[in-house]
């Protein structure tokens, strides 16, 4: 191909205004929170975008994801922006390989391959064509990195495909309970009685008011039997967890903001409400590009991150892991009965399970595994529960299946007949993996494959604990009985009563 055509049709290439959208819609969106160069590369599966972009799109649609339900149809269009720039990169590179051919002869630069028709060209001439050649394939090159990564953080945003088991749309299944309802007949004081807020201020245990000055609204105080009760809650809790086969792990809880990321978890929720607290860097930190932290909302994050970047043994699957943590929400809310006292607090205490599977029905059983574990823990304390099956707009982006165990809350009668989450349990399949660069060898399949992940609250004590005053609270007495299955760690304490 003579040069004058070629020139001509990368100039037109790059001013078409498709491309020129691309370059906008690269800079604006994409670049706005990039991942350092430490961070684990991800493998996304976008050819299975590519060819399921309505799945993919409904999909966001389904989950309440409607900024992101264009992406796949996005990264069609990117794909295709692509291969024109691979064929006037092949056309150019062609033409350049035979101008290094022709310059290459020794005798005499007139001295051409026999079957080359092309008119002669002097040296410099074809020095001159082979300079622009090289600018021209640099050009394209770069633009080729520009939709690689634009197409990349497409896919990256798409959540993950909704399991066949989960409800589409707001309303969640109820599955199953747990325990018979505790509660006696209601009387016109039980909105102050009662509340766990009250009873612990009655009983000497709580303290809402220091921790106010000391750290604001969502923080608290847990003073003498609480105090007792979140560690008791704590050890029951792990050892139903390792007597059904878990390994205890205490994770840490501040980790990079791109492990977080890549588990699903986003700096703000799909209403922009802040969810994450980062930790402010220093203008040098920035300047060396050093990664930014954030406060651990959940120990699942530095779980997934544990096998970061890690290829792992097919043998050691499932492998399952337990650990207690603290756990900070930045989440927003008014101040109302679903965000007062240990409901909806910044910090607070969590025993998490979390597993890697083989990809199939491994995760189920898994997933099937927690859930059993919880009911066991909630069952043994007494509390009267509810299992749900959610439905596909309370998913978070990793996860494809959830269920949610609900405690009876009496002071939360006049909201939600006064169901409140206590536990959660998820299966991710591969998004985590995937984003994390995690993998094993597969000796069926002969190559490296990604496993799945599952999540599941153990126990949250913040809220368990503000379940077992309200329904163990005996008014008469004055006395909050302690569940015996929790005695063994509570230091001879049975009962909660006022303080003398």
Not at 85 to 106: A, D, P, V, Y
Not at 128 to 156: C, P
Not at 422 to 434: G, H, L, P
Not at 458 to 470: C, D, F, K, M
Request: net charge neutral.
């Amino acid at each position: 191909m003579a040069k004058s055509r070629l020139t001509a049709d990368i100039v037109m290439h790059f001013k078409s205004p498709y491309c020129q959208l691309v370059r906008n819609f690269t800079v604006s969106q994409f670049r706005r929170a990039p991942r350092p160069s430490t961070a684990p590369k991800p493998a996304i599966d976008i050819k299975h975008i590519r060819q399921n972009p309505q799945l993919h799109s409904q999909n966001c649609l389904g989950r309440n994801y409607k900024s992101q339900s264009d992406n796949p149809f996005k990264i069609i269009e990117l794909f295709d922006e692509w291969k024109a720039l691979q064929q006037s990169g092949r056309k150019l590179r062609e033409r350049n390989n035979h101008l290094r051919t022709q310059l290459s002869h020794t005798k005499t630069f007139s001295g051409r391959d026999i079957a080359d028709d092309s008119p002669p060209q002097d040296k410099e001439s074809a020095l001159e064509e082979a300079r622009v050649l090289k600018q021209q394939i640099s050009e394209i090159e770069a633009k080729e990195d520009e939709l690689n990564a634009a197409i990349e953080e497409s896919a990256i945003e798409l959540p993950n495909v909704t399991s066949e088991e989960t409800p589409i749309g707001s309303e969640p299944k109820v599955v199953g309970y747990i325990n018979e309802p505790l509660e006696p007949n209601s009387t016109p004081s039980d909105s102050m009685w009662r509340s766990h807020v009250h009873i612990g201020n009655e009983l000497d245990i709580l303290d809402f008011s220091a921790a106010g000055v000391t750290s604001g609204w969502g923080w608290y105080y847990l003073k003498n039997e609480a105090a007792l009760l979140e560690q008791a809650l704590v050890q029951y809790a792990l050892q139903v967890a390792m007597r059904n086969g878990f390994s205890v792990v205490s994770p840490p809880s501040m980790i990079y903001s791109h492990i977080s990321s890549a588990c699903g978890f986003r700096p703000r929720d799909q209403g922009g409400e802040q969810q994450v607290y980062t930790i402010q860097q220093s203008p040098q930190e920035q300047q060396r590009g050093k990664p930014e932290l954030s406060m651990a909302g959940t120990a699942e994050i530095p779980f997934a991150g544990m096998k970061a970047d890690t290829d792992m043994e097919e043998a050691a699957l499932p492998l399952r892991i337990v650990g207690a943590s603290r756990s900070y929400r930045a989440e927003a809310g008014g101040r109302g009965v679903d965000t007062k006292g240990l409901y909806r607090v910044h910090e607070f205490t969590k025993v998490e399970m979390f597993g890697w599977t083989l990809p199939d029905f491994s995760s189920t059983i898994l997933f099937d595994t927690m859930v059993s574990i919880q009911t066991e823990i909630l069952q043994s304390l007494g509390l009267h529960c509810r299992i749900l099956e959610q439905p596909s707009t309370d998913l978070g982006a990793s996860a494809v299946r959830k269920k949610d165990i609900e405690a009876y809350f009496p002071s939360r009668r006049d909201r939600d007949n006064g169901w409140g989450e206590v536990t959660s349990t998820s299966i991710c399949t591969d998004y985590q993996t995937r984003r994390l660069a995690t993998r094993f060898r597969s000796a069926s399949e002969g190559k490296m494959i990604f496993p799945h992940t599952v999540n599941g609250t153990a126990l949250a004590v913040p809220r368990v604990l503000a379940a077992l005053l309200e329904n163990k609270w005996d008014e008469k007495e004055q006395t909050v009985r302690i569940p015996k299955v929790l005695w063994p760690f509570m230091h001879g304490v049975e009962v909660i009563s006022k303080k003398r």
